[in-house]
């Protein structure tokens, strides 16, 4: 059974950082992509950041690039995000999730195979 399991989310202070992990079992974890996607309420599903299976690749959203970092530990199991320069607007559930496609990193949450709980992030003006 395949499970993603998120932690490191909180509330904090506009301009802080927050590094949330994601820690996969019941999957080979190196021959899988990695990503992290986030919804605020009342709004869609939005793409943040995938790494490849080698660790060699990553694609970010446009709203987080240059703040945020994905990166991943294979030999832990564990795909990170490194948030720096929260803002408000970067309030939301964040989720990781597991792709199994050979095509390469995509934005489109519909080719992640598997999805975590989620952890709430929440950044107070």
């Known amino acids: 059974q395949v499970q993603l399991v998120e932690s490191g989310g909180g509330l904090v202070q506009a301009g802080d950082s927050l590094r949330l992990s994601c820690v996969a079992s019941?999957?080979?974890?190196?021959?899988?992509?990695m990503g992290w996607f986030r919804q605020a309420p009342g709004k869609e599903r939005e793409f943040v950041a995938a790494i490849s299976r080698s660790a060699l690749r990553s694609l970010y959203g446009d709203s987080v690039k240059g703040r945020f970092t994905i990166s991943r530990a294979n030999f832990e199991n564990t795909a990170y995000l490194q948030m720096n320069s929260l803002k408000p607007e970067d309030t939301a559930v964040y989720y990781c999730?597991?792709?199994?496609?050979?095509?390469?990193?995509?934005?489109?949450?519909?080719?992640?195979?598997?999805w975590g709980q989620g952890t709430q992030v929440t950044v107070s003006s």
């Open positions: 999730a597991a792709s199994r496609s050979p095509v390469g990193l995509r934005t489109a949450d519909s080719v992640y195979d598997y």
């Open positions: 019941g999957l080979t974890f190196r021959t899988i992509d």
